[in-house]
């Protein structure tokens, strides 16, 4: 508890001590009255000064001012009838302020539960100066600067691993439980747990731009982008507490005017006391403070309990259409596939199988892509699985879009698509074989063609089923890749539509047709990597970035973003939403329908001041626990 909370634990404890010994005190008259005050103040002195400062800055109509109306007026009653019963006004407020410490103490626990989930951003980083580690700010570090991470220390800032190995705890950032094993030329992501050898890191950033501090950056922001659920119950209660007011004094007057003017009733006080205590029960009873505590909270909840499970979800307004989406749309490489491609086949200038030959192509393919970045190039060198004599390559040319020309061991060498032999005047086979096709050339004669296939994520399939087991009707990839490509990938996921050989701008045209066609209510999401496809998660209803760790493309882009590349967290992150607009809904319901019948009761005299201590503090207390259900999200 902080010191605010002890405050007010003593407060209620002093309160209730001294309100249980006046009953065994045998005292009457103006004492009976200062001491029953002397607790009044104690218990509720706090609330009268906000009441006061509330219509002093012109703010009049708000919990604190219906609390102090009605146990003022209570006061007001008990001594005009000279009962010398002043206890419904002292309960009234103690029990209110008990609901105010359980919701204070519920939203400050689970604060306090999201900020040590998210604990991630190191305190300090270990550099080496004259042969010993010393602490430094992680702020002063400067990019390309090496620290040292010892066993059981976060990562401080993004860099690549130049000497060590070890094992990462990354479960803050992804909630993956399993650890991730790293070596040297590994890149690492700040905010890891190291977890048992002593790592030398490079840094690629500097502490503000890596992945912890976006992090954190984005969960912060989250709680300030409201969602049409909050925003109507702030209208909601700005409209709703004046008309309370307003109700509670025409039923204090107008029921006993018309007894005075139509049934010739005596005008003096007497007559108004009945509909005056009812309208103070009224208004104890209407305070809206269940509403607009728990609907807040409910969706801070949701958005730490995603986080911990390594969903970010940018704002509770995003999490409102995650809850409405229908249809999912993905690009292919990096999302459902690994984005790493294998060598599946070698074929010659007849489109057969080749066994003579093939070493010799994959040899010259990965020494022509020595020099290249691209997946594809990588992918050839790790298949050749040697290290590339440099000096055998001579005249290097890379065309884009096409492939490479190059001389290798005096050599003419073409390697890349179609597109590029047609330009050598060189006829090349087609592969009847789905896949990547790289075409080769040596000596400007066709020699064959290696067929590439990116691996699918051995979730992806798992992922499509759970999407549509959890009410998402219609799933589509979209790619640039070639047709039949597509197409075995979408039929082995269970993806219902594909389309494919498509630049960004076709991707954004296909996207734009689909939510044409939606019902209007239903939302459409884009899964993508977060870089590439940045113009078409701008477009859709709701952007998700898959695998974007370390990526500022995809933090930027993405309304939602999933700390690592697996795709079954998108069912998930939808099932997280619907269950905390489900706790909303439930808290908006229980809270109207309650106070609404007690209202109604009320007017009739039916309801006491007793049972409107319940139907305010009782239903916030309430909806305050259901609220905090929605982080507990793990099963979901």
Request: proline content about 3%; overall charge neutral; hydrophobic content about 45%.
């Given at each position: 508890m902080n010191k605010?909370?002890?405050?007010?634990?003593?407060?209620?404890?002093?309160?209730?001590?001294?309100?249980?010994?006046?009953?065994?005190?045998?005292?009457?008259?103006?004492?009976?009255?200062?001491?029953?005050?002397?607790?009044?103040?104690?218990?509720?002195?706090?609330?009268?000064?906000k009441a006061l400062k509330g219509i002093v800055n012109g703010r009049v109509f708000d919990e604190n001012f219906l609390m102090a109306v009605a146990t003022v007026g209570a006061f007001a009653l008990a001594i005009y009838e000279k009962s010398g019963d002043y206890l419904e006004a002292i309960a009234v407020m103690l029990f209110y302020q008990i609901g105010e410490f359980f919701q204070s103490y519920a939203v400050g626990?689970?604060?306090?539960?999201?900020?040590?989930?998210?604990?991630?951003?190191?305190?300090?980083?270990?550099?080496?100066?004259?042969?010993?580690?010393?602490?430094?700010?992680?702020?002063?570090?400067?990019?390309?600067?090496?620290?040292?991470?010892?066993?059981?220390?976060?990562?401080?800032?993004?860099?690549?691993?130049?000497?060590?190995?070890?094992?990462?705890?990354?479960?803050?950032?992804?909630?993956?439980?399993?650890?991730?094993?790293?070596?040297?030329?590994?890149?690492?992501?700040?905010?890891?747990?190291?977890?048992?050898?002593?790592?030398k890191i490079k840094?690629?950033?500097?502490?503000?731009?890596?992945?912890?501090?976006?992090?954190?950056?984005?969960?912060?922001?989250?709680?300030?982008?409201?969602?049409?659920?909050?925003?109507?119950?702030?209208?909601?209660?700005?409209?709703?507490?004046?008309?309370?007011?307003?109700?509670?004094?025409?039923?204090?007057?107008?029921p006993a005017l018309f007894l005075i003017l139509f049934k010739g009733a005596a005008f003096d006080f007497a007559t108004f006391e009945t509909w005056v205590y009812r309208a103070l029960v009224f208004l104890v009873i209407s305070c809206p403070c269940a509403l607009v505590v728990s609907i807040p909270l409910s969706f801070f909840a949701g958005i730490g309990g995603a986080s911990r499970e390594g969903v970010l979800v940018k704002g509770a307004n995003i999490f409102e259409t995650l809850s409405k989406v229908k249809t999912v749309v993905f690009d292919k490489t990096g999302t459902l596939t690994q984005g790493v491609f294998e060598v599946n086949a070698f074929h010659?200038?007849?489109?057969?199988?080749?066994?003579?030959?093939?070493?010799?192509?994959?040899?010259?393919?990965?020494?022509?892509?020595?020099?290249?970045?691209?997946?594809?190039?990588?992918?050839?060198?790790?298949?050749?699985?040697?290290?590339?004599?440099?000096?055998?390559?001579?005249?290097?040319?890379?065309?884009?879009?096409?492939?490479?020309?190059a001389v290798i061991d005096g050599h003419p060498v073409a390697v890349g698509n179609e597109k590029l032999m047609r330009g050598l005047n060189i006829a090349p086979c087609h592969c009847h074989t789905a896949g990547t096709i790289v075409h080769i050339a040596i000596d400007n004669t066709y020699a064959g063609h290696i067929?590439?296939?990116?691996?699918?994520?051995?979730?992806?399939?798992?992922?499509?089923?759970?999407?549509?087991?959890?009410?998402?009707?219609?799933?589509?990839?979209?790619?640039g890749d070639a047709k039949a490509v597509a197409e075995q990938t979408a039929r082995e996921l269970g993806i219902k539509q594909v389309?494919?050989?498509?630049?960004?701008?076709?991707?954004?045209?296909?996207?734009?047709?689909?939510?044409?066609?939606?019902?209007?209510?239903?939302?459409?999401?884009?899964?993508?990597?977060g870089i590439n496809d940045a113009p078409v998660l701008s477009r859709a209803d709701l952007g998700i970035a898959m695998g974007a760790v370390g990526s500022d493309a995809a933090i930027e882009a993405a309304d939602v973003v999933l700390m690592d590349d697996d795709p079954r967290k998108i069912g998930k992150a939808i099932r997280i939403s619907r269950k905390c607009l489900r706790i909303v809904w439930e808290n908006i319901i229980m809270a109207i329908g309650i106070k609404g019948v007690c209202l109604i009761l009320g007017i009739f005299g039916i309801v006491n001041m007793w049972l409107a201590i319940f139907a305010d503090v009782g239903v916030m207390i309430l909806a305050v626990l259901n609220a905090i259900r929605a982080m507990y999200v793990r099963k979901v």
């Amino acid at each position: 508890m902080n010191k605010k909370q002890r405050n007010m634990l003593a407060r209620i404890i002093i309160a209730v001590i001294m309100t249980v010994a006046l009953q065994f005190i045998d005292i009457t008259g103006w004492l009976r009255l200062s001491l029953y005050l002397v607790v009044y103040l104690i218990i509720g002195g706090d609330i009268l000064k906000k009441a006061l400062k509330g219509i002093v800055n012109g703010r009049v109509f708000d919990e604190n001012f219906l609390m102090a109306v009605a146990t003022v007026g209570a006061f007001a009653l008990a001594i005009y009838e000279k009962s010398g019963d002043y206890l419904e006004a002292i309960a009234v407020m103690l029990f209110y302020q008990i609901g105010e410490f359980f919701q204070s103490y519920a939203v400050g626990k689970s604060r306090r539960n999201i900020a040590a989930l998210m604990d991630i951003r190191p305190d300090y980083a270990n550099i080496e100066q004259d042969g010993a580690i010393v602490k430094v700010d992680p702020d002063d570090v400067e990019v390309g600067e090496v620290i040292i991470v010892q066993p059981g220390e976060k990562i401080p800032i993004d860099g690549v691993v130049v000497s060590g190995e070890s094992s990462l705890n990354t479960s803050a950032l992804t909630g993956e439980s399993l650890p991730r094993e790293v070596r040297k030329d590994d890149e690492v992501i700040s905010g890891s747990i190291n977890l048992s050898g002593v790592l030398k890191i490079k840094t690629t950033k500097d502490f503000g731009d890596s992945t912890v501090s976006k992090i954190l950056e984005l969960v912060e922001d989250a709680a300030s982008r409201k969602s049409k659920s909050e925003n109507f119950i702030a209208r909601f209660a700005r409209i709703y507490t004046p008309a309370v007011c307003y109700g509670a004094l025409a039923l204090a007057i107008l029921p006993a005017l018309f007894l005075i003017l139509f049934k010739g009733a005596a005008f003096d006080f007497a007559t108004f006391e009945t509909w005056v205590y009812r309208a103070l029960v009224f208004l104890v009873i209407s305070c809206p403070c269940a509403l607009v505590v728990s609907i807040p909270l409910s969706f801070f909840a949701g958005i730490g309990g995603a986080s911990r499970e390594g969903v970010l979800v940018k704002g509770a307004n995003i999490f409102e259409t995650l809850s409405k989406v229908k249809t999912v749309v993905f690009d292919k490489t990096g999302t459902l596939t690994q984005g790493v491609f294998e060598v599946n086949a070698f074929h010659d200038g007849n489109d057969h199988d080749m066994h003579e030959r093939k070493a010799q192509l994959l040899e010259y393919a990965a020494i022509a892509e020595s020099s290249s970045s691209h997946p594809i190039g990588k992918s050839l060198q790790r298949a050749y699985g040697h290290k590339v004599d440099r000096n055998r390559i001579a005249d290097l040319q890379e065309i884009s879009g096409e492939g490479i020309n190059a001389v290798i061991d005096g050599h003419p060498v073409a390697v890349g698509n179609e597109k590029l032999m047609r330009g050598l005047n060189i006829a090349p086979c087609h592969c009847h074989t789905a896949g990547t096709i790289v075409h080769i050339a040596i000596d400007n004669t066709y020699a064959g063609h290696i067929v590439l296939g990116d691996i699918v994520k051995p979730t992806a399939k798992e992922a499509i089923t759970d999407l549509h087991r959890s009410g998402v009707g219609m799933t589509v990839m979209l790619t640039g890749d070639a047709k039949a490509v597509a197409e075995q990938t979408a039929r082995e996921l269970g993806i219902k539509q594909v389309y494919s050989q498509l630049l960004p701008a076709d991707k954004v045209s296909h996207l734009e047709t689909l939510l044409n066609g939606r019902k209007d209510d239903d939302k459409v999401a884009f899964v993508g990597d977060g870089i590439n496809d940045a113009p078409v998660l701008s477009r859709a209803d709701l952007g998700i970035a898959m695998g974007a760790v370390g990526s500022d493309a995809a933090i930027e882009a993405a309304d939602v973003v999933l700390m690592d590349d697996d795709p079954r967290k998108i069912g998930k992150a939808i099932r997280i939403s619907r269950k905390c607009l489900r706790i909303v809904w439930e808290n908006i319901i229980m809270a109207i329908g309650i106070k609404g019948v007690c209202l109604i009761l009320g007017i009739f005299g039916i309801v006491n001041m007793w049972l409107a201590i319940f139907a305010d503090v009782g239903v916030m207390i309430l909806a305050v626990l259901n609220a905090i259900r929605a982080m507990y999200v793990r099963k979901v």
